[in-house]
């Protein structure tokens, strides 16, 4: 709970949250209100981008090809699932297999595919299919242009490949203990403490700074 307080700090301080993840809308959703955020969220890698008060979210695909080629994956490699995992039924941009799966078969096979144009990448919950021009960094992009603002003032946290456009992006980048390796070794900073124990000093950090800016 010191991670979920820590985020809740920014928010009371007037520094906006966004959550930027590989996750469905109401999923999402669901955190969005437990954190008690105020900031437009970033779903399915980019490919989802919604506000509660915004008449309609932005879809920035269609996941109808993902799911095609999940399809005929399924046929073509033993032990892959079509159906893949639970959330899928609420996907909107995109389709996610099981991240046990063989990714590099799948990748091989995606290759000499009628849907070759797809990107495939693996994070710790799932291997996504997904058009080529979708991505965190992408999707952020395009919110940041919606909401006005700019990418110099923003700092992002990530533990995943999936998070590496965002980095490339938001340039201030921090790694939490536990990450992949490639997100490592692009962040700007590699926290010293695991996953969700990152946020507290971060946040303690921020806050610090930003009294400094105003003093």
């Known amino acids: 709970m010191e991670a979920v307080q820590a985020v809740r700090e920014l928010e009371e301080a007037g520094i906006p949250v966004v959550l930027a993840t590989g996750n469905v809308r109401p999923i999402t959703y669901g955190l969005w209100r437990f954190l008690g955020l105020s900031a ?6 980019g490919g989802v981008l919604w506000h509660p008060d915004w008449n309609e979210p932005v879809l920035r695909a269609s996941a109808t090809e993902a799911k095609e080629a999940a399809v005929w994956l399924a046929n073509e490699i033993d032990g892959v699932n079509p159906h893949g995992i639970v959330t899928n039924r609420w996907r909107e941009s995109e389709w996610c297999l099981y991240p046990d799966e063989p990714l590099e078969a799948i990748v091989q096979a995606v290759q000499r595919s009628p849907w070759a144009h797809l990107s ?40 995943a490949p999936n998070d590496l456009p965002m980095f490339e992006l938001l340039h201030w980048s921090v790694a939490v203990g ?36 105003v003093a």
């Open 40 to 45: 437009p969220m970033c779903c399915e890698n």
């Open 178 to 213: 536990g990450a992949f390796e490639s997100v490592s070794e692009a962040a700007s900073v590699v926290s010293p403490h695991p996953h969700g124990a990152t946020f507290p000093p971060l946040v303690e950090a921020i806050l610090a700074r930003k009294a400094g800016d």
């Open 120 to 159: 495939v990448v693996r994070t710790g919950f799932a291997i996504h299919l997904m058009e080529p021009h979708l991505s965190k960094g992408e999707g952020l992009s395009v919110l940041f242009e919606k909401m006005g603002w700019s990418v110099d003032d923003a700092l992002c946290v990530g533990d």
